[in-house]
């Protein structure tokens, strides 16, 4: 069932009844609850998700969602591009505005879950924004997706040329994996991407105690490197052609579009909340949690990186050259140095797998985005269309045709095709941040005009409303100079230039070209609204209320079960 209730509750709170033609398909009748009624109309059953991602799941999908190749491998561009204080600064500061991004988006999210960013932005901002943010967001999966199969492709190299196995034969493996999993429900996909995304969470977890022990002089080579590489080459790496702290700078500035790939896809938890059981609970527990993990899993991560391997690093000039695998990361650069024997093998595998669960993740984010966007009435509702198990099967087929993207890699020097499209993948990222931020400002200045304060909300954002505000200020910054490095030396780098600013001509012309067709206004805060399906998601509040007291005394009664186990020590966590 899709978080898109109704909100009128008749008869003391059993039968809720859609009142609103843009959110629903007529007047029909459905039971509240987290066990929810469909209405017999065909038509309507057949244009509605499924909420059956509990807690854990929509936890996990949020922290596995920034977990791939932008942290594994990308960290090893930026290190030697940069430095090791650098990274360190950039990759927490814009880990600082994620958080804020997802407190915002979660705010909104808790209080009634929508279909997609589309949807929050066309009924707390204005419609030509929801449909500009909800085609940008769109294009961004339509190609993250085959980039992340030809990721794939790429790491299966390491250890089978491209002379002995096509890459397509391992996109097509890829390819048919993922459809099979997003085709059979999303209480399937979600307890896969739990499983993957844990596995992702260990790998990482390994990877901190292993750099640790690296840096002590534990491995074989027992050099004790410390914060050597900080004074030898130096903490700050000058751009090459500017020397002194002017080519410090530069270098400095130039990591934050990669930083930005690296964190991007933290947001997928806005868009799982509509297939979420009482998201009031797991949704904020979700936000809260990415603090912590980005904590551990960037911070602590890139500080170490920094202390075992140095920026000038020969092997770490010669990964900057190699393709996605393991070849081209920084922390088996650290491995080798370290002189440990097979681990570069192991860890391949593990980064196979932090790509495999992007390409699953990115599919059923492409397909949701799509339905998101026919729901709100902003694209053919033939891609509104769901089927018995509430998966929008034309959507997903649409998504799935622009995976056939990744078959550009069959063809010999074509992996700078990928980077072309991390660059794309990267802005249009960026775009739909800001989107949130100016939807959440709106949202929640109409929320204080007609409730007068935030106090019926179950969860709000920290430092609010100026940390939005001081967010959205930096992100358009990064959204300006993300490539600005194009116009420095005697070449202009056309191409770089191109993919890494399209994203902006093309948000502003779905904006105001939308604008200008249906003419829309922006919605003033007194008039917005905050009532349809909030009393559907209300009556499922108290319902998990009720669950939660059921299940903490039955955990009170049965200690020491792995329950009990994994809801005190594991599920901060996981």
């Known amino acids: 069932m899709s978080s898109a209730l109704p909100s009128d509750l008749e008869k003391e709170g059993q039968t809720v009844v859609y009142r609103d033609e843009s959110y629903g398909d007529g007047d029909g009748s459905v039971t509240s609850g987290s066990k929810i009624a469909l209405p017999e109309d065909g038509k309507r059953e057949g244009t509605r998700l499924k909420k059956e991602l509990e807690a854990r799941h929509v936890s996990m999908i949020a922290i596995g969602g920034s977990l791939g190749t932008g942290l594994l491998i990308g960290t090893g561009s930026s290190l030697a591009s940069a430095g090791p204080v650098?990274?360190?600064?950039?990759?927490?500061?814009?880990?600082?505005?994620?958080?804020?991004?997802?407190?915002?988006?979660?705010?909104?999210?808790?209080?009634?879950?929508?279909d997609g960013f589309t949807s929050y932005a066309t009924r707390y901002c204005d419609p030509a924004l929801g449909f500009a943010v909800g085609y940008s967001y769109l294009f961004k999966y339509f190609i993250v997706t085959p980039?992340?199969?030809?990721?794939?492709?790429?790491?299966?190299?390491?250890?089978?040329?491209?002379?002995?196995?096509?890459?397509?034969?391992?996109?097509?493996?890829?390819?048919?994996?993922?459809?099979?999993?997003?085709?059979?429900?999303?209480?399937?996909?979600?307890?896969?991407?739990?499983?993957?995304?844990?596995?992702?969470?260990?790998?990482?977890?390994?990877?901190?105690?292993?750099?640790?022990?690296?840096?002590?002089?534990?491995?074989?080579?027992?050099?004790?490197?410390?914060?050597?590489?900080?004074?030898d080459p130096g903490a700050f790496k000058p751009y090459t052609g500017i020397e002194g702290s002017k080519g410090k700078f530069v270098s400095f500035a130039s990591v934050f579009a990669l930083a930005l790939f690296a964190y991007t896809g933290t947001e997928l938890c806005g868009i799982v909340a509509a297939e979420a059981r009482n998201p009031r609970k797991s949704v904020p527990r979700a936000i809260k949690l990415t603090l912590y993990r980005i904590v551990v899993f960037y911070v602590v991560t890139i500080i170490l990186l920094g202390m075992t391997v140095a920026y000038n690093d020969p092997l770490l000039l010669r990964a900057k050259k190699m393709s996605t695998s393991a070849a081209a990361s920084p922390f088996v650069v650290a491995i080798v140095n370290a002189q440990i024997p097979i681990l570069p093998h192991i860890f391949n595998s593990c980064v196979l797998v932090f790509?495999?669960?992007?390409?699953?993740?990115?599919?059923?984010?492409?397909?949701?985005?799509?339905?998101?966007?026919?729901?709100?009435?902003?694209?053919?509702?033939i891609f509104a269309k769901t089927n018995r198990w509430g998966v929008p099967y034309n959507a997903l087929i649409v998504s799935i045709l622009f995976c056939l993207l990744a078959y550009m890699n069959v063809a010999s020097g074509s992996a700078q095709v990928f980077n072309y499209f991390v660059n794309v993948v990267s802005i249009f990222g960026l775009l739909s941040w800001i989107s949130i931020l100016i939807t959440y400002i709106r949202f929640e200045k109409a929320v204080?005009?007609?409730?007068?304060?935030?106090?019926?909300?179950?969860?709000?954002?920290?430092?609010?409303?100026?940390?939005?505000?001081?967010?959205?200020?930096?992100?358009?910054?990064?959204?300006?100079?993300?490539?600005?490095?194009?116009?420095?030396?005697?070449?202009?780098?056309?191409?770089?230039?191109?993919?890494?600013?399209?994203?902006?001509?093309?948000?502003?012309?779905?904006?105001?070209?939308?604008?200008?067709?249906?003419?829309?206004?922006?919605?003033?805060?007194?008039?917005?609204?905050?009532?349809?399906?909030?009393?559907?998601?209300?009556?499922?509040?108290?319902?998990?209320?009720?669950h939660d007291k059921e299940r903490e005394e039955q955990l009170r009664n049965q200690k020491f079960t792995p329950g009990w186990f994994y809801d005190r020590f594991l599920g901060w966590i996981f």
Request: one cysteine or more; charged letters at 15%.
């Open 86 to 114: 650098s990274i360190l600064i950039s990759y927490s500061f814009v880990g600082l505005l994620v958080y804020t991004v997802m407190s915002c988006l979660g705010e909104m999210a808790a209080f009634i879950p929508l």
């Open 147 to 231: 980039n992340q199969l030809t990721a794939g492709a790429m790491v299966m190299q390491y250890w089978v040329s491209r002379d002995r196995v096509n890459p397509g034969v391992w996109i097509t493996i890829f390819l048919v994996a993922i459809i099979l999993i997003n085709t059979v429900g999303v209480r399937f996909f979600g307890e896969f991407e739990f499983w993957l995304s844990s596995v992702k969470v260990l790998v990482m977890l390994g990877l901190i105690i292993l750099l640790f022990v690296i840096m002590l002089g534990g491995g074989p080579s027992h050099d004790r490197t410390g914060f050597r590489y900080w004074k």
């Open 355 to 381: 790509v495999f669960s992007a390409c699953n993740s990115d599919l059923y984010v492409a397909s949701r985005t799509l339905y998101g966007l026919a729901i709100d009435r902003k694209a053919p509702q």
């Open 448 to 546: 204080r005009v007609q409730f007068g304060d935030k106090s019926a909300l179950s969860y709000t954002a920290p430092m609010q409303p100026w940390s939005a505000y001081v967010c959205l200020g930096f992100c358009i910054l990064i959204g300006l100079i993300k490539n600005y490095t194009v116009f420095l030396g005697d070449t202009f780098d056309y191409k770089t230039f191109i993919s890494g600013y399209i994203g902006i001509p093309v948000f502003f012309i779905c904006y105001v070209g939308y604008k200008v067709i249906m003419r829309t206004k922006l919605i003033a805060p007194e008039n917005v609204d905050l009532h349809t399906f909030k009393a559907a998601i209300d009556a499922e509040e108290e319902e998990g209320k009720v």
